[in-house]
């Protein structure tokens, strides 16, 4: 089976750096993404590891350690509007090549404060 | 510009009675997904489909239908037998299965 555990709610203040770990348990890994989801909205992606190390991009960095089964979202210079859920999701191949499918942690709802 | 369209944005249900959510886009993408989304949860996938012509049940498919009779086009229909279907629907493209998913801005399905 699959199972992916992140936080369910955090809080940092504005300007401040955040850090929002993930880890999951799955058969055929392929990667792990970020999504972005601003509550009524939809999930907007942020990142995609596949693989070991650190991606940077602007603000947002992620990370990812595939023999450690985890994951963070880094989050840098903290702003109001980033306050949203951040789903972590694995992708896993199955029953041959080419198949996909994504599975999603429930998500963390963070809150930044002034 | 290209995108994810979801029709309606709201929608309300009678008891007995089955709906259809429209899911259209318009990037070329093979893949085309259905996922569910309860308050405090994570998305969850009902079905998803490739290519044209072909679609996979996902995680909780009973009480619910799809088609791929176009690329463009992955209607989701939710039948009387899903006797809980007040939620979130969220539809998503990707070019490949493992490529980023774009989500389309959901339906909100209630039931009267």
């Known amino acids: 089976g699959q199972n992916i555990d992140q936080p369910t709610e955090m809080t940092a203040t504005e300007g401040a750096i955040v850090q929002i770990n993930c880890t999951y348990q799955t058969s055929g890994f392929n990667g792990l993404f970020w999504y972005q989801q601003h509550a009524g909205e939809a999930p907007t992606f942020l990142s995609y590891?596949?693989?070991?190390g650190l991606e940077e991009k602007g603000r947002f960095s992620s990370f990812l350690s595939r023999s450690k089964g985890y994951s963070y979202l880094l989050l840098k210079e903290l702003q109001m509007k980033d306050s949203a859920s951040y789903l972590c999701a694995v992708s896993r191949s199955y029953s041959g090549a080419g198949s996909y499918q994504l599975t999603f942690g429930k998500g963390t709802k963070l809150s930044v404060i002034p | 510009d290209g995108g994810i369209t979801q029709s309606p944005k709201y929608l309300f249900r009678k008891e007995g009675q089955n709906v259809t959510l429209s899911c259209e886009q318009n990037?070329?993408?093979?893949?085309m997904y259905w996922y569910r989304q309860d308050p405090g949860q994570g998305l969850r996938l009902i079905y998803y489909s490739q290519i044209v012509n072909d679609f996979q049940k996902g995680d909780i498919a009973e009480g619910y239908s799809v088609s791929r009779e176009k690329k463009e086009s992955f209607p989701l229909t939710v039948t009387s037998a899903q006797k809980n279907p007040t939620a979130f629907y969220l539809c998503?493209?990707?070019?490949?299965?493992?490529?980023?998913?774009?989500f389309g801005d959901g339906t909100r399905l209630s039931i009267l």
């Open positions: 998503a493209s990707s070019r490949q299965g493992d490529k980023p998913q774009h």
């Open positions: 990037l070329n993408h093979d893949a």
């Open positions: 590891n596949v693989l070991d």
